[in-house]
């Protein structure tokens, strides 16, 4: 199965307003995908599809072919989301976070113990393991998202906004985590309002504009279409400007 994500004319509707209109969309397996837009252009709607916290509406969604509401047990476990807010208890020990998590999940206490070792040592947190997450810097709580994210081992990740509020120093370390996950083969889809994270991470972009994409492509060719020295913001305010 190559297809990650499969979204098939997709729609979503709020009484007289579509969130999504029409949507289709295919993040091959193993991709680094970047889904761009202003505030209200659907990207959180999408996001809450696949996740199986939204109902679509009509269309189809599927994910490693496993449909996102009729399989939503099985889809649930290919994709770790790391959501823009911070939704942990905030007194409770970064190990525990973790831990709690992974039970979640159904994964043995031994297992538990060398994953969240492992993914607290690569994200540079093991020696907070014992300390509240209200201590924890604005960068090191994005850093324990993804660490909780990360524990069942998912085929997907879906970060939303995840370097918000962080200083560059810890921005490009976490680049830095992500394309080794990235490299081996874990599929990420990426929403963000820093273009500059967006151009050195992503291989392909989607931009989304009420709820329709305007423009995918790789992003070399998004770049080379929009003169010699553009850069993806150029083109982001470019397209999304544009009232045709």
């Known amino acids: 199965m190559n297809k990650a994500i499969l979204i098939t004319n997709l729609v979503k ?3 007289n307003i579509r969130a999504l209109d029409n949507i289709t969309l295919e993040i091959k397996k193993g991709e680094f995908f970047g889904l761009l837009g202003q505030n209200g252009a659907g990207k959180t709607t999408i996001i809450g599809i696949l996740t199986g916290l939204i109902n679509r509406t009509s269309g189809e969604v599927k994910l490693f072919g496993k449909d996102v509401e ?3 047990v099985e889809a649930r476990r290919l994709i770790g989301l790391v959501p823009q807010e911070f939704n942990f208890d905030i007194f409770e020990k970064v190990y525990n976070i973790l831990d709690f ?3 979640y999940f159904g994964i043995e206490k031994s297992e538990r113990q060398k994953r969240i070792e492992k993914i607290l040592r690569g994200l540079d947190l093991w020696d907070k393991k014992d300390s509240q997450a ?4 604005g960068g090191m709580k994005r850093k324990l998202m993804i660490a909780r994210a990360l524990l069942h081992q998912p085929k997907i990740l879906i970060l939303d906004e995840p370097t918000a509020g962080v200083d560059v120093e810890t921005r490009k370390s976490m680049w830095k985590h992500l394309h080794q996950l990235n490299k081996e083969g874990t599929t990420i889809l990426l929403t963000t309002h820093y273009l500059e994270e967006a151009e050195a991470l992503c291989e392909r972009i989607a931009i989304l504009k009420k709820g329709k994409i305007i423009k995918i492509d790789t992003k070399e060719n998004l770049l080379k279409q929009h003169g010699k020295d553009a850069k993806l913001e150029d083109v982001f ?8």
């Open 134 to 137: 209200r201590h924890l810097s």
């Open 237 to 244: 305010i470019k397209l999304t400007n544009n009232d045709n």
């Open 101 to 103: 998590n992974a039970g």
């Open 70 to 72: 009729r399989d939503y």
């Open 13 to 15: 509707e709020y009484a």
